[in-house]
């Protein structure tokens, strides 16, 4: 089973909006630009909003049904490990191991030894084609990389074939994620972390490190573009050379856990991934929950004052809402508007305030980021928020499709 050259995870909390994002999907292949639909939910999402993985599954199946979309599409079990796995099984076809978790914890000293010494021909100066300076690797340099790395890889190795009895080879997707991390994983790091996988038969098809800079929810990118760059590019390179050294599958590519809407770094990407000619998965996540709050706005009267209720509830309850997501937002509380403003605020106002149109005079990424981490409050207001979503499926479906066209399928590959 292969992804295709271009993938896009697109995460929908509710489950109301497969059809939306698939016609971005179908627009950009209309121009041309073939794109895999990828719908991806995360465990913790799914019990957050106590949907289960079929629900992700015949939301796929009815919107592929309802707009005669002919393409391949999947269902990412996104950030599954071994205890959690299970209940995706039978309705996923492409599985996210996460295993960040396992990064430092202990290995063998024979395990590591062993990896070392199959290190051996690349001791020394290691020239990856295209990097300038050739890459200096140690015996000690190794070590850390075992050290920090092999637990990790040895428990995708457990999942992947805990998967391959299940599902059989060649019946899903393989993708191995890093990104839920503090630190960044170098290039060098990167490169023989491909190579365990690889000496522990893991086909791995997309791979999730966490890059340098910050990924915050819903907002845009955080960091030094210029770095960001250079090792975006350099970890391209050192995929393409693991495919060849280490016989992992040739269709080997980045996936970025984006946090969604990192619109500065989307035109550095598509410059490497077009000069290089290579392939991407973006991870889009949760800004189709925010679509739906700025269309319910739109929408007026009933339902933007569900808008306006979700934000008061969402201040209110600042510290339980952020508490889980503490390492990937910076919410400056100063910069919040009172409950009482918003809710004299129009459609317009509101929309604006949310929507990320960077420049934009009403924009407030702060009040942004707290709606992102709030799913949780229209989950707990289920049909009251739920039928709304229903009832003005036309304005919030068009608001969901525009983000993902505009917004992200246009500035990352530039069409
Ligand atoms: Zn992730």
């Not at 089973?1 to 509710?14: A, E, N, P, Q, T």
């Not at 939301?59 to 209940?87: C, M, R, S, W």
Request: charged residues 25%; proline residues 3%; contains cysteine.
């Amino acid at each position: 089973m292969k992804l295709g050259k271009y993938s896009i995870g697109v995460g929908d909390r509710f489950t109301h909006q497969g059809k939306a994002q698939l016609r971005a999907i179908m627009k950009a292949n209309e121009k041309g630009l073939y794109i895999s639909p990828v719908w991806n939910k995360s465990n913790r999402e799914h019990i957050y909003v106590g949907t289960e993985p079929a629900d992700t599954r015949k939301e796929a199946d009815e919107a592929v049904q309802a707009l005669n979309y002919e393409g391949p599409y999947f269902v990412d079990a996104d950030h599954i490990n071994l205890n959690t796995v299970a209940k995706y099984v039978a309705v996923s076809d492409f599985f996210t191991l996460d295993v960040a978790s396992f990064i430092g914890k202990e290995s063998s000293d024979e395990a590591v030894e062993a990896f070392v010494a199959s290190c051996g021909k690349y001791l020394g100066e290691l020239q990856i084609p295209g990097i300038d300076q050739p890459l200096y690797i140690t015996e000690a340099l190794l070590q850390g990389i075992a050290g920090k790395f092999l637990a990790a890889t040895q428990h995708a190795s457990e999942i992947y074939a805990y998967l391959k009895k299940e599902k059989g080879e060649g019946h899903f997707i393989t993708e191995v994620s890093m990104d839920e991390v503090e630190s960044p994983q170098t290039p060098v790091e990167l490169l023989f972390i491909l190579k365990m996988l690889a000496d522990k038969a893991v086909p791995v098809q997309t791979i999730a490190p966490k890059f340098t800079g910050r990924f915050n929810k819903g907002v845009d990118y955080v960091g030094d573009l210029d770095q960001f760059a250079r090792e975006f590019e350099e970890d391209v390179l050192v995929l393409d050379f693991a495919v060849k050294e280490f016989g992992l599958p040739e269709e080997l590519k980045l996936s970025i856990h984006s946090g969604s809407d990192k619109f500065s770094i989307y035109p550095l990407m598509a410059d490497v991934i077009l000069r290089y000619d290579k392939g991407l998965h973006l991870k889009t996540a949760g800004t189709t929950w925010l679509e739906e709050v700025i269309g319910l706005a739109v929408a007026g009267g009933d339902s933007l004052d569900l808008a306006r209720k979700i934000y008061e509830e969402s201040y209110n309850r600042q510290e339980e809402l952020c508490a889980p997501y503490a390492d990937v937002i910076d919410i400056d509380g100063s910069k919040l508007p009172s409950v009482e403003e918003v809710n004299g605020w129009t459609s317009e106002r509101f929309a604006n305030t949310l929507r990320h149109i960077p420049g934009h005079a009403d924009y407030n990424s702060n009040f942004r980021q707290l709606i992102h981490v709030a799913y949780k409050v229209a989950a707990e207001m289920g049909s009251e928020y739920t039928d709304l979503l229903v009832k003005y499926a036309d304005v919030i479906g068009a608001c969901v499709e525009e983000n993902i066209y505009e917004r992200h399928i246009r500035r990352l590959f530039t069409i």
